[in-house]
């Protein structure tokens, strides 16, 4: 999570490490699907996919769960599985 003025950035994803050294997050796919959300006072948060990788939409439905949360913008980049998603979420939760 990389928090910027009145958003934040978030990258869920998974990578495996194949050293000690190496650093897992390199080894992710960045930008494989990319949202964002905005939170409306008494209404659903509104969302658009910014890029789209795979025929999940996953990411744009998690960008406005946690838009729900937050006043600020959310910009996600999520390279999970669609099972994998809820996971993800709970621990990027601002």
Known sequence: ITS????????????NATTEDSNPGENGRLFRDWTCAMSQPNKQPIGTT???????DAALSMAQRIARRTPKAIFLSADVSPQHAP???RSSIP
Do not use: D
């Open 4 to 15: 910027l003025i009145n958003s934040f950035m978030i990258w869920a994803g998974s990578a």
């Open 50 to 56: 910014l890029l789209r990788t795979s025929t999940s």
């Open 87 to 89: 996971v993800a979420e």
